[in-house]
């Protein structure tokens, strides 16, 4: 399964909802997930504390090469991509870093091919730009991500009509920074024009900012795992974002300690 | 998740408590109820609307048949509460004693699995105070969901915190939690 993750505007949590998503499904233990960026400059770096190797030995030239050579299957791409946690590889492809063509190929390769279960890919770059309109032609499912702003709900809806032709079928919206205070999220859901079924939220938590400025987003996820205070409402999301993906994936994703 | 809670007693004081920290926790709630007082809840003084991300119901009568008058289905929600009515597919029952105990509720708490809450008693119970009803005045006025008494946290996580699979310690955080 390929997820797309788009947003409308800049500064609205896509990274976080892409981290969230891919965290969520490699600690299910469920499934393998890849996690990449199309774009100029990756925060997942920051964010997740996840850069590549000094010794370049990783890096997506060698990897663009491989591919060309056909040196290795699908599979073998998780050996060249640094594991995060358990489950959840990245692939660094960011423009601002390596070649376009480079980027281009690898990125076109491992959405082609089934490297993993699940690939996500967080897409940074203008709807018109080539590349994000194949990554958006290979991918499953493509989750707006939005903002509870009656602002940035209309600009999604408006995204929505625009790009009519590539996001009718796959669209789900995510609502990220989201309070019960502001509305609910059928009326938002309501507002872009998406089934709320295909909605998914994120609460607005402090503790994501803490821990992205630290370089450690996924100790949040550990918090939520256990239904810690300070993680309560990420439990929900998270369990949310797995019906989803369990839906369509077609297999039975758990999240959290068990009953025994 | 289903609850189903009755008895002759003013069940607000309980299902505020359970509102506050189903809110806490992020989940989507659908509230079933036979009591009008509920309108001042929903803009418009409706019958039908949302508060916060509970979906409130009020008809004059609560069944399981009901859902199908709202355009939402069961898996829409996480957790639905069947405020004066027991059904049969309830994961948990609870049964508000009261003053005066109805024979048929006592019938019903006796036939099936459920927790018991005694309000306005003073042996085992938890006695009515003014500012129970304050507390709820306050959430049905200004739409600000606040705790109704540390008491009825205290009571309500010794038997739901097993359920809900956390801990007392964490219910009653959030319960008490002050955005």
Redesign the interface.
């Known amino acids: 399964m390929k997820i797309a993750v788009i947003s409308t505007d800049c500064e609205l949590g896509r990274a976080t909802v892409s981290a969230t998503i891919a965290h969520a499904i490699a600690k299910s233990g469920g499934a393998d997930v890849l996690l990449t960026y199309a774009g100029e400059v990756s925060p997942f770096n920051k964010i997740l504390n996840c850069e590549s190797d000094d010794t370049g030995t990783r890096s997506i030239s060698l990897i663009s090469k491989l591919i060309q050579s056909n040196s290795f299957g699908p599979e073998g791409i998780r050996n060249y991509c640094p594991k995060i946690v358990p489950n959840l590889y990245y692939l660094d492809t960011t423009l601002g870093v390596y070649k376009r063509e480079e980027v281009e190929s690898s990125l076109e390769y491992v959405l082609n091919n089934s490297a993993t279960d699940v690939v996500i890919c967080d897409v940074s770059l203008s709807m018109d730009d080539e590349l994000t309109t194949t990554i958006l032609e290979y991918s499953d499912v493509i989750i707006l991500v939005t903002n509870p702003g009656l602002k940035y709900l209309e600009n999604a809806r408006r995204l929505l009509e625009d790009y009519d032709a590539i996001l009718k079928e796959k669209c789900a919206l995510f609502i990220n920074r989201y309070s019960?205070?502001i509305s609910?999220?059928?009326?938002m859901a309501a507002t872009v024009g998406i089934e709320?079924?295909n909605t998914c939220?994120l609460?607005y938590n402090p503790y994501f900012v803490t821990f992205s400025n630290k370089g450690d987003l996924s100790k949040i996820y550990d918090l939520a795992y256990v239904?810690?205070?300070r993680a309560?409402?990420?439990?929900?999301?998270i369990?949310e974002i797995l019906s989803f993906v369990s839906a369509r994936i077609g297999r039975k994703l758990k999240w959290?300690?068990q009953?025994e | 998740m289903v609850f189903n809670i009755f008895g002759k007693a003013d069940r607000r004081l309980i299902i505020y408590t359970l509102l506050k920290y189903f809110t806490a926790a992020g989940n989507d709630v659908l509230l079933m109820t036979d009591n009008p007082q509920y309108k001042r809840l929903i803009d418009g003084g409706l019958s039908f609307g949302e508060f916060k991300n509970t979906y409130i119901f009020i008809d004059s009568e609560v069944n399981k048949e009901t859902i199908t008058d709202i355009s939402y289905t069961s898996n829409d929600f996480d957790i639905i509460i069947y405020d004066g009515c027991v059904t049969d597919d309830a994961d948990i029952r609870i049964f508000i004693e009261g003053l005066v105990v109805d024979e048929y509720d006592a019938y019903l708490a006796n036939s099936n699995e459920c927790f018991k809450i005694q309000i306005g008693k003073k042996v085992g119970g938890i006695p009515f105070k003014g500012f129970q009803y304050l507390n709820a005045e306050m959430i049905e006025s200004y739409h600000q969901l606040i705790e109704i008494d540390p008491a009825i946290t205290n009571k309500i996580a010794g038997f739901l915190a097993g359920p809900l699979a956390i801990s007392e310690r964490t219910f009653r955080k959030a319960v008490a939690k002050v955005k």
């Open positions: 019960e205070d609910s999220t059928r009326a709320h079924r939220k609460h239904k810690d205070i309560l409402s990420l439990f929900a999301d369990k959290g300690v009953k």
